[in-house]
């Protein structure tokens, strides 16, 4: 009888993490949906607002730059309030952002909107790894982290779909207010749903109980054990230069092709690349998980193929 109840609840335990991990997808991508807002209608934007190229530029450094100098706050603020809060603040940030950016008049005031956005997203980007973690055990901790990976190239895919055709049917402000309403949705589907796996509520990390050796163990890794780990900084490096590749080409690529190429912000194409990147990440994930080496060469490897096709 106790093993079936403890088989019993264990199938409960594992159903629940694959559903927590589904709604942190769909909460996790209001962030890029909103971030790569921006380069699919930066023509309109430019018009509308009078910017120059540089100064349209400047809607998603600020945005990014924000998220930088956030990023490890972030992971100390998750630690102390935990994640109801984390998520609250994060999903509060992208949607206070995405009004103010929408009811904005001036230049200035879009700019200061898109700084609340991009608090929102960094604390998305530390939240969202950490419930993971608790939730599912190592053997299977690749998997889900690569099925999530999916986040970016799911919200920015979308982002760079709809954002066009709905711009020049309803004004750019109807971007925004898109982004607003999904973030609003998915921050309250995450509030109602997740929750800190049984056995990290119950006091001990991967169901060992208070007291036992491997809480013990895990108790005594601290933040700056953490800050002195060489791998952790070696992936951050490999990430932020995938990142500088990435963004930088992927901001003006649609401008580029608007005003150099000719071809209309409706009929471009950017977004197909996207949706291959989103099936590969879980396979790849599982792979480095398995291998032990991945992690810190896959990041470095994509970001230096597309440094190479950009510059071609």
Do not use: H
């Not at 409960?12 to 209001?30: D, E, H, K, N, P």
């Not at 230069?241 to 901001?251: C, D, E, L, Y």
Request: hydrophobic share 50%.
């Amino acid at each position: 009888m106790t093993t079936r109840t403890t088989s019993s609840r264990t199938g409960a335990a594992s159903a629940a993490a694959w559903i927590i991990l589904a709604v942190l997808l769909l909460f996790s991508i209001a962030a890029p949906l909103n971030q790569f807002k921006v380069p699919p209608i930066m023509p309109l934007l430019m018009d509308a607002l009078g910017l120059s190229v540089s100064g349209a530029g400047l809607l998603m450094s600020v945005y990014a730059v924000t998220g930088l100098i956030l990023a490890l706050p972030a992971g100390f603020i998750l630690q102390r309030v935990g994640f109801r809060v984390t998520g609250l603040i994060a999903g509060g940030s992208i949607v206070l952002g995405g009004i103010l950016g929408a009811l904005s008049q001036s230049t200035g005031s879009l700019l200061a909107s898109r700084v609340i956005e991009g608090a929102g997203t960094s604390f998305m980007a530390v939240l969202a790894p950490a419930l993971i973690a608790q939730w599912f055990a190592a053997s299977k901790r690749g998997t889900a982290m690569g099925i999530w990976s999916a986040w970016v190239p799911l919200g920015t895919a979308a982002t760079l779909i709809v954002a066009p055709p709905l711009a020049q049917a309803a004004g750019w402000r109807a971007v925004w207010w898109l982004g607003v309403i999904y973030a609003l949705v998915v921050t309250v589907l995450y509030l109602v749903v997740a929750r800190p796996a049984p056995q990290v509520a119950a006091g001990g990390p991967d169901g060992a109980p208070d007291g036992s050796p491997a809480f013990a163990d895990a108790v005594r890794i601290t933040s700056r054990d953490v800050l002195r780990n060489r791998n952790i900084w070696l992936l951050s490096v490999a990430f932020a230069a995938f990142n500088a590749a990435a963004i930088a080409s992927g901001t003006y690529l649609p401008t580029f092709l608007s005003t150099q190429r000719g071809i209309r912000l409706r009929r471009q194409r950017c977004w197909r690349p996207f949706p291959r990147s989103s099936r590969s990440s879980p396979r790849r994930a599982a792979a480095s998980c398995r291998t032990g080496s991945g992690p810190a060469r896959s990041p470095t490897l994509s970001a230096l193929r597309l440094l190479l096709c950009s510059c071609r």
